[in-house]
C-alpha cells in the first residue's frame, strides 16, 4: 500500500534499525525491489530522481505505475513513493502526479533560503499528507546531476531545519554518491552524533549507502539514522549480472534476445542486493 513515509521511519528510529530507499529507474527495477520488500515483510522507500523520473516520460508516469504495480502484485507491505533530492518545482511536480512522500535539496541555498522554501514545501506537503525529507550539508559526488563536495552539516543548521517540521532530515557527514573513492576517510560520527543531539527523534537519513562498511552502518543507525539511501550497489549489480548473461552468449542461445530474458538476471541480481540490504538495515519483519 502506498503510505507517506512518516511512520514506516518514526517505527524504524525507535526500533534501532533503518527503512532502506531504492531508487527506480524502470518497471524491472521497480517490480524487484516491491517484490523483495515483500518477500522479506519489509518497509520499503522507492526514490525517484528528477532525472530518473524524466528517464521514464515523467513523474505521473512513476505514480500510476508504482499504484499500478502495488495493486497487481498484491503489495500489502508500507511503500512509499518519494521525490529524490527534489528541486523546488520538482516537488511541486512529485505533489500534483501523486507521490506519497518529497524530498526539498536546498542544501546548496544559504541557510535563510533554505529555511524559507522548505517552510513552504512542509506546509503544502502535511495539508496532503505527504512526508517531507529536506537537506543541511551536502552529499559527496554526483548523482543525476547533483553534485555535492561532500560538506559536513552545522548541527545548529539542522536543527534549524528540524523544527520546521519536515518528517526526516539529511545531514552530511562525508557520504558520497556512487563509488567510495579508495581515500575515503569514513564518515563523521562526530557530525552525526551532534546533530542526533541538536534535532531530538528526528529520523535522519543516510545518502549514499553504497559502500559503506557494515559497522559504520549499524553505528549510524544507533546515532539515529532511520533511511538509508541505496542506488549505485543496485546498478552495478544489475550491469555486473546482464554483463555476465551477454558475455556467455545466452542472448544468442534460443530467444535468448527477448528483453524479458535479457533483463531477467539483472533483475535478480537487484532482488539479491535488496534482500541484502534489508537484512543489514534490520527492517525484514518490520512491516
Same mark, same amino acid.
Given at each position: 500500500?502506498?503510505?507517506?513515509?512518516?511512520?514506516?521511519?518514526?517505527?524504524?528510529?525507535?526500533?534501532?534499525?533503518?527503512?532502506?530507499?531504492?531508487?527506480?529507474?524502470?518497471?524491472?527495477?521497480?517490480?524487484?525491489?516491491?517484490?523483495?520488500?515483500?518477500?522479506?515483510?519489509?518497509?520499503?522507500?522507492?526514490?525517484?530522481?528528477?532525472?530518473?523520473?524524466?528517464?521514464?516520460?515523467?513523474?505521473?508516469?512513476?505514480?500510476?505505475?508504482?499504484?499500478?504495480?502495488?495493486?497487481?502484485?498484491?503489495?500489502?507491505?508500507?511503500?512509499?513513493?518519494?521525490?529524490?533530492?527534489?528541486?523546488?518545482?520538482?516537488?511541486?511536480?512529485?505533489?500534483?502526479?501523486?507521490?506519497?512522500?518529497?524530498m526539498f535539496d536546498g542544501?546548496?541555498?544559504?541557510?535563510?533560503?533554505?529555511?524559507?522554501?522548505?517552510?513552504?514545501?512542509?506546509?503544502?506537503?502535511?495539508?496532503?499528507?505527504?512526508?517531507?525529507?529536506?537537506?543541511?550539508?551536502?552529499?559527496?559526488?554526483?548523482?543525476?546531476? &547533483?553534485?555535492?563536495? %561532500?560538506?559536513?552539516?552545522?548541527? *545548529?543548521?539542522? /536543527?534549524?531545519?528540524?523544527? +520546521? =517540521? @519536515?518528517?526526516?532530515?539529511?545531514?552530511?557527514i562525508g557520504n558520497i554518491?556512487?563509488?567510495?573513492?579508495?581515500?575515503?576517510?569514513?564518515?563523521?560520527?562526530?557530525?552525526?552524533?551532534?546533530?542526533?543531539?541538536?534535532?531530538?527523534?528526528?529520523?535522519? &537519513?543516510?545518502?549514499? %549507502?553504497?559502500?559503506?562498511?557494515? *559497522?559504520?552502518? /549499524?553505528?549510524?543507525?544507533? +546515532? =539515529? @539514522?532511520?533511511?538509508?539511501?541505496?542506488?549505485?550497489?543496485?546498478?552495478?549489480?544489475?550491469?555486473?549480472?546482464?554483463?555476465?548473461?551477454?558475455?556467455?552468449?545466452?542472448?544468442?542461445?534460443?530467444?535468448?534476445?527477448?528483453?524479458?530474458?535479457?533483463?531477467?538476471?539483472?533483475?535478480?541480481?537487484?532482488?539479491?542486493?535488496?534482500?541484502? /540490504?534489508?537484512?543489514?538495515?534490520?527492517?525484514?519483519?518490520?512491516?
Amino acid at each position: 500500500m502506498l503510505v507517506s513515509a512518516k511512520e514506516m521511519l518514526q517505527k524504524a528510529r525507535e526500533g534501532k534499525y533503518a527503512v532502506g530507499q531504492f531508487n527506480i529507474n524502470n518497471l524491472e527495477w521497480t517490480k524487484a525491489v516491491l517484490l523483495t520488500a515483500q518477500e522479506m515483510k519489509s518497509p520499503v522507500i522507492l526514490g525517484v530522481s528528477e532525472g530518473a523520473g524524466k528517464y521514464m516520460t515523467g513523474f505521473g508516469t512513476v505514480a500510476a505505475m508504482v499504484k499500478a504495480m502495488i495493486d497487481e502484485l498484491n503489495i500489502t507491505v508500507p511503500v512509499a513513493l518519494h521525490l529524490d533530492h527534489g528541486t523546488y518545482d520538482g516537488c511541486y511536480k512529485c505533489i500534483k502526479a501523486g507521490f506519497s512522500s518529497i524530498m526539498f535539496d536546498g542544501s546548496h541555498y544559504p541557510i535563510a533560503e533554505n529555511v524559507e522554501k522548505t517552510t513552504e514545501l512542509v506546509h503544502v506537503a502535511h495539508q496532503l499528507g505527504l512526508s517531507i525529507e529536506a537537506e543541511v550539508g551536502s552529499i559527496g559526488g554526483e548523482e543525476d546531476g &547533483v553534485v555535492g563536495m %561532500g560538506e559536513c552539516a552545522d548541527p *545548529d543548521e539542522c /536543527k534549524q531545519i528540524a523544527d +520546521l =517540521g @519536515v518528517d526526516m532530515l539529511a545531514a552530511g557527514i562525508g557520504n558520497i554518491h556512487g563509488k567510495y573513492p579508495e581515500n575515503w576517510t569514513g564518515l563523521s560520527f562526530e557530525t552525526l552524533a551532534a546533530v542526533n543531539e541538536k534535532v531530538g527523534d528526528m529520523p535522519l &537519513v543516510l545518502h549514499g %549507502g553504497t559502500g559503506i562498511p557494515e *559497522d559504520m552502518i /549499524k553505528k549510524a543507525i544507533s +546515532l =539515529g @539514522v532511520a533511511k538509508i539511501n541505496v542506488n549505485t550497489e543496485c546498478q552495478l549489480s544489475f550491469a555486473a549480472a546482464t554483463r555476465e548473461y551477454i558475455e556467455a552468449g545466452k542472448d544468442q542461445q534460443g530467444k535468448g534476445f527477448d528483453p524479458r530474458k535479457l533483463l531477467a538476471p539483472g533483475a535478480e541480481a537487484i532482488k539479491a542486493t535488496v534482500r541484502e /540490504k534489508i537484512e543489514l538495515f534490520g527492517s525484514a519483519n518490520k512491516a
